[in-house]
């Protein structure tokens, strides 16, 4: 396999692995719950191990590395800024677990999906299916929402999700 530079849904492979926890998976299962071909899994599972964001065995994320790939990378790896307003599913601190802990924003963000369930400001995902696999999975849809939270959100936002984000990587580690 050459050498490529890293996807966005690279990003989205190793938030499902961490939000599959201790369960075993299978680089099908991450297909079929991302709605990822198994070859671009394949690949990404690759470009993640030569980032140093998974190990030789690309089965195990190094938490550490993504946690701080997160914070201080993916705003400037996957910029985004809010576009027009659509209907979808929410996102970023229109979404669980920040909408419960901020209350004063009056902008909502949304995925554009058209069996969302508000309407708002539209953040593309780092891949198009994350609607689709975050409804099927609370933790990863809480996972992707306060990544994006970092990618769009101010300061306060931001720095609340990062605080979230922490607590929710590092959660079998206490």
Known sequence: MKLSLMRPHD????????????NQWRSIDLANQLFISPSEISESLFRNKLAGLIDDSKKKVYKTSLYEFLVYGIK???PQRPGEISRGMPTAHSAPPLSKLIKSSSTIYVWPDENGSVRGEVIEPLYPTIPKAAK???AFY???????????????????AVSELKKRIFIDEK
Do not use: N, T, W
């Open 11 to 22: 990003v989205v492979v190793l938030l499902k692995i961490v939000a599959l926890g201790h």
């Open 142 to 160: 809480e996972l992707i929402a306060l990544v994006d939270a970092i990618r769009v959100g101010k300061s306060r936002e931001s720095q609340i």
């Open 76 to 78: 400037y790896f996957s």
């Open 136 to 138: 099927m999975d609370r």
